[in-house]
Structure formats: C-alpha cells, structure tokens
C-alpha cells in the first residue's frame, strides 16, 4: 500500500474539492464514483454561490407548519406519507435545530465556512476557468408583500450578526432590474456579496479535468463495503475490484450512509429530493439570480438556458421523482414573469445531502483511523464544497485548522 495514497469515494462537487488539494500536495489519489464527475446533485442545481448567506433552512416555527407538509404533494416542503416514519427522527432533529440558540450557532459556522468560497472556487478553478463559469455580480430575493415579513427580519438579524451588506429593493427598482416582472411582486433585496454559476456540472468535471491532467486516477465503480485493513488503512471493496489505500474520503453525497451504516457510524443525513425545469431560448433572461422567497424557488441564468429550481421532498434515496413538481416549477414561473416564452425544457431531480442542522459532517472519524467525512452540505454545497474540500485536505495533510472545526464534526451527533 502506497503510504500516501488517498481514495476518495465520490466525484461530485465535494470529493473533487478534496482531491485536487491533496494531489497539488504530492499526494498518489484515486476518486471512485459510478456515476463520474457531476453525476448527482452537483449536476443541477440552482448554482447559486452564496458566501454571504448565513441563515440555515431550520427555522424557528417549523413545529406548526407539518401538516401542511404532509398534506400538499406538490407543496415547496412535501413529506411522502410512506416515508414519514423513516424520516420521523431526522425531522424531530430538524425542528429542534431551528431552536433560536441554534441557529445562531449555525449561523456563525455557515459564514465561517462560506465566506472564503469564491476565493476558493478561484484557488481550485484558476483564474481562466474561474471567469469562465463563476459571477459575482450578486442575488437579489424577493417577496410578494410590501412588508418585511418575520422569515425576512429574523434573515436581516442574522445579516447584522455578520455585518454582511444588502440593499433593499422597491417596486420600481425591481420593474427595472428585471423588466416583464409581475406587479405582485413588490418588495427585493440584493445581496451584492453572492454570485452564481453559468454551468454546475461544467464547473465540477472541469475539476475532474485538472485533477485527471494532474495525475490523478477516477475509477467509474461503485464503492460497495468499507473494510478496516489488519495493520492500519482500509479497503473498498468496488463492484468489480478492491483498492487499498491508508486514508479514505467519504464524499458520496446523499448516498454516504450507506458506506457508514455498516461500520457502526450512525449520521443523521437524510435526503430533501429537489428538482429543477431548465428552459432553453427563454424570452426572459434576468441579468442576477433571483431567490423568490413567496414560491421557494430560485430562477438562474444559465449558459444552456434558465433553471428554475427547488422544492423540498422528502422521499428518501429510492423513490421515484414526482416530475409534477418539476413541471410545476413552469407555472410558477409564470407568476413571476407572465409572459415568458421558452423552448424545450428538461425535468431533472437530485439528492440533497442534508443533516438537521444545515452543516456539512467534516473531518476525521476518530473512532475509525484512516477514514475521513466530507458531505452533508443540504442547500449549500456549491458554496460549501470548496471551503469543505480544503479543510478535509488539510486535516489529511496534518495543517492546523484555520477555523474551529467543532461544528462541523461527526462528534456534534453523538
Ligand atoms: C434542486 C437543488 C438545488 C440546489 N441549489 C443549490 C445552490 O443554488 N447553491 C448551492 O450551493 N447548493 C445547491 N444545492 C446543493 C448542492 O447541489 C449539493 O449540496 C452538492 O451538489 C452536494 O455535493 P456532493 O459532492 O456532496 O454530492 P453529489 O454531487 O450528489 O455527489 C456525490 C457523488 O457520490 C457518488 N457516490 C454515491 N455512492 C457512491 C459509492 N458507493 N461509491 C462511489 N461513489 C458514490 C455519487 O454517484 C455522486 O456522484 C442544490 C441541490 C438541489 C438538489
């Protein structure tokens, strides 16, 4: 066994940030994903880069709004009713963690995490490639009703923790920032700090692209077992091979359990399912990403088109997508921008990663030598892939942590 080698298991947006530190530090890496690069949520998402967001999708007041989760199929937060009982104790987890004291907590760790991600982009890109698919000119949400609602004071609160700018935004502001908007849309703010991707899934395999030109090794297999090796390291075994290497990542997105269930670490990362309608040709092009918080859904320019995307359903990992929540995503739309016309349109649905408290699980197992944790980024991983991705490289390599790495690590679930 090679005694540098790292395997990293998955080839999203989260292992290729860690392979390509490791493999600038002289490090042998193999990546391992049956899918390749960008062949799960990192692949469609609404590619909003979002290093000045610091608030966490659990919020105080969830307790009240579970029936209506349950009882709207295609609702912006649908729970399958087959599902609820599996998904019972990670949402009890989920309504504790929008206590107030929490999302403070989770608040300051998401601007520690976030805030250098487009240095980071930047650092993993290079400059070329950087301006090739990243910009930062900004997200604007915005809302229906003239007034600021409790969701949108409580945002401003947690924005002056970190003394984070934005800029609110009026009726006529918004008809001219986005001509052909709906007049029921009535109140915005711009985040001048956030930015947005013209192409996820071109951005991650231009990741892989370095990384293979780099040296580095992408395997197309599934890791199917994760076995402690006599004497230290570890073996994945594959479908159809065994690799063996001293350290081990495990980046593989909503699916991570799955490696980590049957060696005793219970993680509570459940999937919110999210779906995404891209329009090509459309009529309209907003020139900023638009976070329309009255509808739960976002609305990117992109190079293909424009994505509309979000939604949350929880439905587990084998459940088959519900393409209405895709198409739904249309009319919605259309309230936004009623006379949009577009050509064809594609329905896509991915696999958040998520655990309760909107923090990704980071670092070493210390029950387990040799294995490491990269996922769980929920709604962020565009933005916190990165960051994450260097940190977990980082502690591989034996640096010293540039920030505290409590929040972020398995021992928070135990
Ligand atoms: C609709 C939607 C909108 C979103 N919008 C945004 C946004 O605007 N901004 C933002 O920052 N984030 C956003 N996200 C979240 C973001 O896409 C994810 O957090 C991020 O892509 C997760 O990256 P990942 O690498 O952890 O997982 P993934 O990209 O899912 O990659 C995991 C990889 O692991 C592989 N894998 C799984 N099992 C194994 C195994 N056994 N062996 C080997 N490989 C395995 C899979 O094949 C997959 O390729 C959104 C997500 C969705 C679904």
Redesign the pocket.
């Known amino acids: 066994m090679e005694p540098g080698r790292v395997i990293i ?7 290729l940030s860690t392979a390509l530190p490791l493999l600038r530090a002289g490090r042998a890496v193999v990546v ?4 390749g690069p ?5 692949f ?7 290093a000045d967001t610091v608030v966490p999708i659990a919020l105080p007041g969830m307790l009240r709004k579970v029936p209506r989760w349950l009882a709207d199929p295609l609702g912006p937060l649908v729970v399958r009713p087959t599902y609820l009982p599996r998904a019972t104790p990670w949402l009890a987890r989920w309504i504790r963690a929008g206590r107030m004291d929490h999302v403070r907590a989770i608040s300051d760790a998401m601007r520690a995490l976030h805030a250098p991600a487009f240095d980071d982009w930047r650092n993993l890109l290079g400059a070329t490639s950087y301006s090739e698919f990243i910009r930062r000119g900004g997200q604007v949400q915005i809302w229906d009703e003239p007034g600021e609602t409790p969701g949108a004071a409580l945002e401003r609160a947690l924005r002056a923790r970190h003394a984070i700018k934005a800029e609110l935004l009026g009726a006529d502001d918004l008809r001219q920032f986005f001509p052909g908007i709906a007049r029921r849309v009535s109140r915005g703010l711009l985040i001048p700090g956030n930015g947005h991707m013209i192409s996820p899934p071109r951005a991650v395999r231009r990741l892989a692209e370095l990384f293979q030109a780099g040296g580095g090794i992408i395997l197309p297999e ?3 077992k994760l076995i402690p090796q006599e004497g230290g390291g570890w073996m994945v075994m594959t479908n159809t091979d065994n690799h063996r290497a001293r350290q081990v990542v495990v ?5 991570s359990r ?2 980590l269930d049957p060696l005793g670490i219970r993680i509570p990362l459940e999937t919110e399912r ?3 309608l891209m329009l090509a040709e459309p009529s309209v092009v907003p020139r900023l990403p638009i976070l329309y918080k009255s509808g739960n859904f ?1 609305v990117t320019p992109m190079e293909e088109g424009l994505r509309v ?2 939604t949350v359903e929880i439905a587990g990992l084998d459940a088959a997508p519900d393409e209405r929540r895709a198409q739904q995503l249309l009319n919605q739309l259309r309230c936004l921008f009623p006379d949009i016309q577009a050509g064809a349109q594609r329905l896509w649905m ?4 998520s655990t309760p408290d909107s923090l990704p699980v980071l670092g070493p197992v210390p029950s387990h030598p040799g294995l490491h944790l990269c ?1 769980g ?9 990165p960051p994450s991705g260097r940190l977990v490289a980082g502690a591989i390599l034996g640096d010293r942590p540039p920030i505290d790495m409590a929040p972020y690590a398995l021992s928070r679930f135990q």
């Open positions: 298991l998955g080839a999203g947006v989260a292992g391992i994903d049956p899918l960008a062949g799960g949520a990192s469609g998402n609404t590619g909003l880069l979002s599934r890791a199917m980046a593989g997105g909503a699916w799955l490696l999210g779906y995404h976002g995307a979000g991915g696999f958040r990663p996922f980024h929920g709604h962020f991983g565009m933005t916190g892939g």
